[in-house]
């Protein structure tokens, strides 16, 4: 088993439906009281599936089932039963279509979405949300396990690379049915609805193989339609619908697998009834309640929504490491091995390791709607944090749920919220619904634990994902060096030069969201869109009509956009946006001793900070006092007057608290009082740099300065002594996660 040993704590009640009739009744009404209260049932003995289905159904029947259907659905130019396409099908279709976008011609791609490969050799297939999983975004996967293989489109084809591959393994799956809901209807009261046959789901393949002239030819030829139609024991499914309070099939999935591919931990939001038609399948069922306690499921906004966070398979040590509550104390599971025409019936939210055993390996998975039944116990602490992670995401940003919800779990709620704002009303509301929320599901005082455990190594990036060596995709490479190279000859070309023909290059930053680029020169500021080829840039702005004549030596961009340009000449210039350049204010010359070396806004965007070389103070600026008006405070660092170093600042992620370099010491200040609160020394010579990591409650320092000894001593030029170790060197700290 691909799984600690210590993990599977007994095996899934077993019930057997193929005795006689009076043991038939009985054991079937301990399946249905076993079902009733959320844990899962083993049927053997089954009569879901008939006996063809079960002797007929090989990768060689549904190879000419599915690829007739293929055939089929292109003669009639595309044109199948079934639910409408997909979005992602769709886009497919389009991208596929050539020139004139039609392709009602060509050979519909039946299994282009469908098949997946596992890349690295281990044999395990995660589901990814591609809509989740965008490029830059907070849970980025640079390169997945398992990626969709486009190019097989048949079901032969499949079949094939299943058989021949060694190093890398496919898995299928396969919408074989759907509900579809009549147009005026209610999705939720159309699908609560009990199953009937009015109510069953549509094809998804046509009920005919093509070629098939004459009927009884047709009833002879492969057709997984007409296999379900006949040998599928509907009004036995209809009756344990029923009897569990459940609603309609909402769509049935086939799976085609191989020995030893692993499905890793997940769970379903909907009850699922599991028949096995071919080969045998380890199951290992873990309860919701051990969610929280020790698998870790992945955020809701991650590609790997769903899933476990706890790799099964890795060391004691890195599971230590990772997720140091999955043991055998806080986790437990049960396990049963399916065998063709036995069933498994899987409440909804209960976490499903799936193990196939032999070379081929077919099942059926009947995805089942709530309808009347009422929501497991066990379930509610798992959806009641899906429905928190959204509503924070929804207040501020994705980055943002583990912020939120932490300052609720601790109680922080007035030392971030000003309620005299509306984005304060807006936060006071949350807060509001997350107590609310909580405690009618929960029980009342459950938010402060219940939240410690939701937030608990999780709502963060997972850098373990990304650990193999990869390179990642140069997006603009081509665009952005011809921009570098060729930006003087566009300047020359667009501005009027100086007398002595000075266009030295300042600052460049990117924009928030990474689209574009925006360049620094002297009295001038130029942006380039990183997504079209060629050199031309968006916009040449002169920034000399705005009182800026010397070359930006720092820029930054806002979270809405506005942009800050400092300048040697000591002024920092604000624009309303770098897509215009419209000038907001000019703040004056605060650091005329050697210029502006850098400016950051706050978090919020309602504040600016600035600080310049060999100048003693970091000024805070009010977006909203305009032109002529002074500091709202200073920050007051008094040894970098005596370095010639450029000595950097940075913003806690949350706006709290700004740390910087002072000498050989690192200082802490509160922003929100204006009052340094720490100082540590962190080497033997200047700290230069400071960065805080936007994640986790790390800062790291830079240290180091070019020293002149007296060049008419001798003994300058000896080594002895040499800097100190801790004089040149980088280092990181442990920072409070509370700002």
């Known amino acids: 088993p691909r799984r600690p040993e210590w993990l599977a704590g007994g095996e899934v009640a077993c019930f057997r439906l193929d005795g006689t009739s009076e043991s038939r009744a009985r054991e079937g009404e301990r399946a249905h009281a076993e079902a009733r209260q959320g844990r899962p049932v083993h049927l053997t003995g089954c009569p879901l599936l008939g006996k063809r289905v079960l002797s007929r159904w090989t990768f060689v029947y549904l190879s000419a089932a599915i690829d007739a259907t293929s055939r089929t659905d292109s003669d009639k130019g595309g044109e199948k039963e079934g639910p409408p396409p997909t979005r992602k099908e769709e886009a497919g279709a389009e991208m596929g279509a050539g020139e004139g976008g ?32 965008v490029y830059g975004s907070h849970y980025h996967i640079r390169e997945p396990e398992s990626i969709p293989l486009e190019d097989v489109e048949t079901f032969s084809e499949f079949a094939s690379c299943a058989v021949k591959w060694r190093e890398k393994h496919v898995q299928l799956n396969k919408v074989l049915m759907k509900r579809r809901v009549p147009s005026g209807t209610r999705v939720k009261d159309h699908l609560a609805a009990a199953m009937t046959p009015e109510t069953m789901p549509d094809f998804c393949l046509s009920k005919t193989s093509s070629g098939a002239a004459e009927k009884e030819r047709s009833e002879k030829s492969p057709c997984v339609a007409r296999d379900l139609m006949n040998e599928v024991d509907w009004p036995w499914l209809f009756s344990f619908l029923r009897n569990q309070d459940l609603g309609s099939v909402r769509d049935v999935h086939l799976h085609c697998g191989t020995a030893n591919s692993l499905h890793p931990c997940r769970y379903e939001l909907c009850d699922t009834l599991i028949t096995q038609v071919r080969g045998r399948t380890r199951f290992l069922l873990i309860s919701p309640e051990h969610a929280f306690t020790g698998l870790y499921p992945y955020p809701v906004h991650h590609p790997y929504d769903r899933y476990s966070m706890v790799d099964f398979e890795a060391d004691e040590d890195e599971i230590a490491n990772l997720w140091p509550e999955f043991n055998a104390e806080n986790v437990s599971g049960r396990e049963c091995i399916l065998e063709p025409g036995q069933a498994l019936f899987v409440p909804e939210c209960f976490f499903v390791h799936a193990q196939d055993l032999d070379a081929e390996t077919v099942r059926l998975n009947l995805r089942v709607s709530r309808g009347r039944r009422l929501r497991s116990e066990a379930a509610v602490p798992l959806e009641v944090s899906r429905l928190l992670e959204e509503r924070a995401a929804a207040l501020a940003s994705v980055r943002e749920v583990h912020h939120w919800l932490s300052v609720v779990a601790h109680g922080e709620e007035s030392d971030w919220i000003d309620t005299a704002t509306v984005a304060g009303h807006r936060r006071i509301k949350f807060v509001e619904g997350v107590y609310e929320e909580v405690e009618s599901n929960l029980g009342k005082g459950a938010v402060p634990a219940f939240l410690q455990r939701v937030v608990d190594r999780r709502l963060m990036p997972t850098p373990w994902l990304n650990k193999k060596a990869f390179r990642e995709p140069q997006r603009g490479v081509g665009p952005l060096q011809a921009h570098l190279c060729r930006r003087d000859k566009i300047l020359e070309a667009d501005l009027s030069a100086d007398a002595d023909g000075d266009l030295r290059e300042g600052e460049i930053c990117f924009y928030p969201a990474g689209e574009n680029l925006v360049c620094g020169y002297k009295k001038a500021a130029v942006t380039y869109c990183l997504q079209r080829p060629g050199a031309q840039p968006l916009g040449v702005f002169d920034l000399s009509a705005h009182g800026q004549n010397e070359i930006i030596s720092t ?139 936007p994640n986790w409650p790390m800062l790291a320092t830079a240290s180091g300065e070019r020293k002149f000894g007296n060049q008419f001593d001798s003994s300058s030029d000896s080594d002895e002594g040499g800097p100190s170790p801790d004089a040149r060197c980088l280092k990181l700290w442990s920072v409070s996660q509370q700002p």
């Open 102 to 133: 039609s392709h009602a011609k060509r050979r519909a791609p039946l299994l282009s979405t469908d098949v997946t490969c596992s890349m690295d050799g281990r044999n395990r297939f995660f589901d990814l949300e591609v809509g989740k999983n």
């Open 555 to 693: 820029m930054a961009l806002s979270r809405f956009g506005m942009v800050a340009c400092g300048s040697y000449d000591g002024t920092v210039g604000l624009y309303t946006d770098a897509g215009s350049f419209k000038p907001y204010f000019l703040i004056p010359k605060m650091h005329r001793r050697s210029g502006v070396a850098q400016v950051m806004f706050s978090p919020c965007g309602g504040f600016l900070y600035t600080g310049g070389r060999k100048d003693g103070k970091i000024h805070c600026w009010e977006m909203r006092a305009g032109s002529g008006a002074k500091p709202l405070y200073s920050l007051a660092r008094p040894q970098v007057k005596k370095t010639n170093q450029t000595i950097a600042f940075d913003i806690h992620p949350h706006g709290g608290h700004l740390y910087t370099g002072d000498g050989n010491s690192v200082c802490c200040f509160d922003l929100k009082q204006g009052k340094r609160l720490d100082t540590f020394q962190a080497a033997s010579d200047a700290v230069n740099g400071v960065s805080l990591n």
